[in-house]
C-alpha cells in the first residue's frame, strides 16, 4: 500500500485536522499498537495520520499512473490558499532559451527600490503535477518574511516535457531574473534558488546548470525534502517504515520515469537529468537540506548534502524526527513544523546576506 490521492486524502481529512488534538501517551501507545505504521511517526502528527492511513485504507489506490494523473492534476488546483493583499504579485510571460517557448513566471513582491534578494522558486508535484500559482501564497509568506523578491517558475511538466524542456524553462526564469535585476529591485549577487520535492530537485539541477554554464551567479540553494535519485524505489532498495503515504515507491517511479523519458534506474539515465548522479559537485552554491525521518527521500537527501560538504560546498542537513513528505504543509499546526519552517527561514536569511535586524 504504497500510494494515495494525496489530495483526495487531505481534502477528506481537513475537515478533522481542525479538530484534532494532542493525545496522551496512553493513546499515542495505543494508537501505534493499533496500526504499526503510526510507530515512527512524531507524536504531534500521530493523530492526523491516522486520520490519513485510515483514508488510504478505504480508497486503495494503487500507484501514480496516466490513467490518474488528469485527477491528481486537477485536485491539486484546488488546494491553493487565498493570497495575500499586502504582498504584490504580477503574472508574465518571459522569453524562454532558444529553440523554446515562453515561460510563465509569477512575480512576487518586486519592483521595490534598492537591492534586495531574490528568491527563484520551483514547485513540487512529482515532475508531473503541481503549478506555480498554487504556491503563490506560500511564497508570499517568505518573502513578506524576508523582506525579499521571488520569481516562482510554471515550467512545464512530464510527461508532455521531459527533464530537457523542464530544465530550460527554469534556466531561463533565473536568467531573466538576473537580466532585469534592475528593474526588479534585485540584486543580481543575491539570489538563491528553491523548492520542495520534485521542486527541490529542479532547484538543486538550476544550480547545476547554473555553474556549468557560467552565466549567472546563484548564492544559495534551498531543497526542501528534494527529489534527487530516480534510483530510490526502483534500483535501491527503501526500509518498510518509510513513506507509508504521501508519496511512495511507485509513485516515485513513476514521476522519474516519465521526467527522463525512460525507464528509471538503469545505467542508460542521462547523468544531467538527475542531480544524485552527478559525479562533481565542486562549484554549487552553499546548501540547506530539510527532510523528515520516514520520507522516502530521506537517504538521497543525506548522501547528497554529505557529497556537497565533502566537494568543498557548505551544506546544513536537518533531518525532522518522525515526519513525513510534506509535513510542513499538513493542516494540523505542530511544534515541529513552526520549527522546521523558522529553520528553513533562517537558513535562506543566512544564506542571502540579509540582516536579523530588518
Given at each position: 500500500?504504497?500510494?494515495?490521492?494525496?489530495?483526495?486524502?487531505?481534502?477528506?481529512?481537513?475537515?478533522?485536522?481542525?479538530?484534532?488534538?494532542?493525545?496522551?501517551?496512553?493513546?499515542?501507545?495505543a494508537?501505534?499498537?493499533?496500526?504499526?505504521?503510526?510507530?515512527?511517526?512524531h507524536?504531534?502528527?500521530?493523530?492526523?495520520?491516522?486520520?490519513?492511513?485510515?483514508?488510504l485504507?478505504?480508497?486503495?489506490?494503487?500507484?501514480?499512473?496516466?490513467?490518474t494523473?488528469?485527477k491528481s492534476?486537477a485536485?491539486?488546483?484546488?488546494?491553493?490558499?487565498?493570497?495575500?493583499?499586502?504582498?504584490?504579485?504580477?503574472?508574465?510571460?518571459?522569453?524562454?532559451?532558444?529553440?523554446?517557448?515562453?515561460?510563465?513566471?509569477?512575480?512576487?513582491?518586486?519592483?521595490?527600490?534598492?537591492?534586495?534578494?531574490?528568491?527563484?522558486?520551483?514547485?513540487?508535484g512529482?515532475?508531473?503535477?503541481?503549478?506555480?500559482?498554487?504556491?503563490?501564497?506560500?511564497?508570499?509568506?517568505?518573502c513578506?518574511?524576508?523582506d525579499?523578491?521571488?520569481?516562482?517558475?510554471?515550467?512545464?511538466?512530464?510527461?508532455?516535457?521531459?527533464?530537457?524542456?523542464?530544465?530550460?524553462?527554469?534556466?531561463?526564469?533565473?536568467?531573466?531574473?538576473?537580466?532585469?535585476?534592475?528593474?526588479?529591485?534585485?540584486?543580481?549577487?543575491?539570489?538563491?534558488?528553491?523548492?520542495?520535492?520534485a521542486?527541490?530537485?529542479?532547484?538543486a539541477?538550476?544550480?547545476?546548470?547554473?555553474?556549468?554554464?557560467?552565466?549567472?551567479?546563484?548564492?544559495?540553494?534551498?531543497?526542501?525534502?528534494?527529489?534527487?535519485?530516480?534510483?530510490?524505489?526502483?534500483?535501491?532498495?527503501?526500509?518498510?517504515?518509510?513513506?507509508?503515504?504521501m508519496?511512495?515507491?511507485?509513485?516515485?517511479?513513476?514521476?522519474?520515469?516519465?521526467?527522463?523519458?525512460?525507464?528509471?534506474?538503469?545505467?542508460?539515465?542521462?547523468?544531467?537529468?538527475?542531480?544524485?548522479?552527478?559525479?562533481?559537485?565542486?562549484?554549487?552554491?552553499?546548501?540547506?537540506?530539510?527532510?523528515g525521518?520516514?520520507?522516502?527521500?530521506?537517504?538521497?537527501?543525506?548522501?547528497?548534502?554529505?557529497?556537497?560538504?565533502?566537494?568543498?560546498?557548505t551544506?546544513?542537513?536537518l533531518?525532522?524526527?518522525?515526519?513525513?513528505?510534506?509535513?510542513?504543509?499538513?493542516?494540523?499546526?505542530?511544534?515541529?513544523?513552526?520549527?522546521?519552517?523558522?529553520?528553513?527561514?533562517?537558513?535562506?536569511?543566512l544564506?542571502?546576506?540579509?540582516?536579523?535586524?530588518?
Amino acid at each position: 500500500m504504497e500510494m494515495m490521492h494525496r489530495r483526495t486524502l487531505l481534502k477528506s481529512a481537513f475537515a478533522a485536522g481542525g479538530a484534532l488534538s494532542f493525545l496522551s501517551p496512553a493513546q499515542l501507545l495505543a494508537a501505534v499498537a493499533e496500526d504499526p505504521r503510526l510507530a515512527n511517526v512524531h507524536p504531534e502528527y500521530r493523530a492526523f495520520a491516522k486520520q490519513m492511513l485510515a483514508q488510504l485504507d478505504k480508497q486503495k489506490d494503487g500507484p501514480m499512473s496516466m490513467q490518474t494523473l488528469p485527477k491528481s492534476r486537477a485536485m491539486m488546483k484546488q488546494f491553493a490558499s487565498p493570497r495575500r493583499d499586502d504582498v504584490p504579485v504580477e503574472k508574465r510571460a518571459i522569453p524562454g532559451m532558444k529553440g523554446q517557448p515562453d515561460v510563465t513566471v509569477f512575480l512576487v513582491n518586486a519592483g521595490k527600490e534598492g537591492q534586495r534578494p531574490a528568491i527563484v522558486h520551483t514547485h513540487g508535484g512529482g515532475f508531473v503535477s503541481g503549478t506555480a500559482e498554487g504556491f503563490v501564497r506560500n511564497i508570499q509568506d517568505l518573502c513578506k518574511e524576508l523582506d525579499c523578491a521571488a520569481v516562482s517558475v510554471e515550467y512545464r511538466l512530464a510527461p508532455e516535457t521531459t527533464y530537457a524542456g523542464s530544465i530550460e524553462d527554469n534556466y531561463a526564469a533565473l536568467k531573466w531574473v538576473h537580466g532585469n535585476a534592475a528593474q526588479l529591485g534585485v540584486d543580481p549577487h543575491r539570489i538563491a534558488v528553491m523548492g520542495e520535492s520534485a521542486g527541490g530537485g529542479h532547484a538543486a539541477l538550476l544550480a547545476i546548470a547554473a555553474r556549468d554554464r557560467g552565466e549567472v551567479p546563484v548564492a544559495f540553494q534551498c531543497l526542501i525534502y528534494p527529489m534527487l535519485d530516480d534510483r530510490t524505489g526502483t534500483t535501491r532498495a527503501v526500509p518498510p517504515h518509510i513513506a507509508p503515504f504521501m508519496w511512495g515507491r511507485g509513485d516515485n517511479r513513476f514521476g522519474w520515469q516519465s521526467f527522463l523519458g525512460m525507464e528509471p534506474g538503469t545505467s542508460k539515465v542521462p547523468v544531467r537529468a538527475v542531480p544524485a548522479r552527478q559525479t562533481n559537485l565542486r562549484g554549487l552554491p552553499p546548501a540547506f537540506i530539510g527532510v523528515g525521518s520516514i520520507d522516502l527521500f530521506l537517504d538521497e537527501d543525506i548522501e547528497y548534502a554529505r557529497r556537497l560538504n565533502d566537494a568543498g560546498v557548505t551544506a546544513e542537513l536537518l533531518v525532522v524526527p518522525g515526519c513525513f513528505h510534506g509535513f510542513d504543509s499538513m493542516p494540523v499546526k505542530t511544534r515541529v513544523g513552526t520549527w522546521f519552517n523558522e529553520a528553513k527561514v533562517n537558513a535562506l536569511r543566512l544564506g542571502l546576506g540579509i540582516s536579523t535586524n530588518g
